[in-house]
């Protein structure tokens, strides 16, 4: 009976990885947080609204994505789809936060035994964004936004403590929080624009513009401005606001926008509705 020496999950017989953690066979404890060093990944991104990440996995490295992310993998690449957890009841547990969160019910994970290059790519017009996490760091992104990310990242669900934030701050009452240490790939619409926020600084944001922003920022939402210009503005009854001190990305282009310009018939902005925000669980498109 053989177990894994990173977190003690018992290991089926002739695996390759842990299904808990992800860790491959024969990978070394940790002494602590401050002790977890990850080889980094050699990649690239192509292309201006259209992004193309490329990624050249040395041997024994292993990522995994978001399913029907991957535009094109070579030979030497090999894949998996997996569920996460070491249990029927965590597997279950984990398919429900994935589909909370906007992501596919199963995570593909690609490994190079002898290395190999794989490619991946957003679903809409838009921009990749990368996060180098240390051990223990955290950054909050927007929903249905993860790419793909070393094994060592952990994806998981976050709730927005507020309860205005989450009926009209745009994002809905999920968001995405990935845990270092490792490197991670997110998409988001349109092009960047990043803030650095000073403790107290206010950033106040059209409501969905956010992609993704460092725990330490609050985030909370706001009316805009007077009666007039919150039915008249053009820009929603809400701003999204967001206090520092900490990172913050900010989108130019949302889905919610793009599909309203493709179908000007739909009415309504950017904001959710309050069923729309419980994440789309039972309103997904998808």
């Known amino acids: 009976m053989a177990f894994c020496t990173i977190c003690g999950t018992r290991l089926a017989d002739g695996a390759r990885f842990c299904a808990s953690c992800g860790s491959p066979l024969g990978a070394a404890p940790a002494a602590g947080p401050a002790a977890v060093a990850v080889a ?14 490329r990624v050249r996995l040395k041997p024994g490295q292993e990522i995994y994505a ?7 993998k070579t030979a030497g690449v090999q894949w998996e789809t997996r569920m996460s957890g070491d249990t029927l009841g965590a597997k279950i547990w984990g398919a429900v936060k994935r589909k909370l969160m906007g992501e596919s019910l199963f995570m593909t994970h690609f490994y190079a035994a002898s290395g190999g290059e ?8 838009g921009r990749i964004q990368v996060f180098d996490l240390s051990s223990g760091q955290s950054v909050l992104v927007q929903r249905d936004s993860f790419l793909f990310a070393q094994t060592s990242v952990q994806l998981n669900i976050a709730l927005v403590k507020k309860l205005g934030a989450g009926l009209f701050g745009g994002e809905g ?3 995405e929080r ?12 349109g092009d960047f ?5 000073a403790p107290g600084e206010i950033l106040q944001v059209d409501t969905g513009c ?7 920022v609050q985030y909370d939402i706001q009316m805009a401005g007077g009666i007039k210009t919150a039915i008249f503005g053009g820009e929603g009854l809400f701003l999204a606001t967001l206090t520092g001190p900490g990172r913050v990305i900010v989108q130019s282009m949302t889905l919610e926008k793009m599909r309203r310009e493709l179908a000007p ?20 498109e998808d």
């Open 173 to 175: 009452f999920i968001l």
């Open 265 to 284: 018939a739909r009415g309504g902005g950017d904001e959710k509705s309050p069923m729309g925000a419980l994440g789309g669980f039972f309103t997904s």
């Open 210 to 216: 956010i992609v993704a922003f460092d725990e330490s």
């Open 66 to 72: 978001e399913a029907g992310k991957m535009l094109y």
């Open 118 to 125: 794989v490619g991946f790519a957003g679903s809409y017009p």
């Open 40 to 53: 980094p990944l050699d990649y690239t991104i192509q292309g201006d609204n259209l992004q193309v990440a």
């Open 193 to 197: 624009i990043e803030f650095t926020l």
């Open 178 to 189: 990935l845990t270092g240490p490792g490197t991670v790939f997110i998409h988001g619409g």
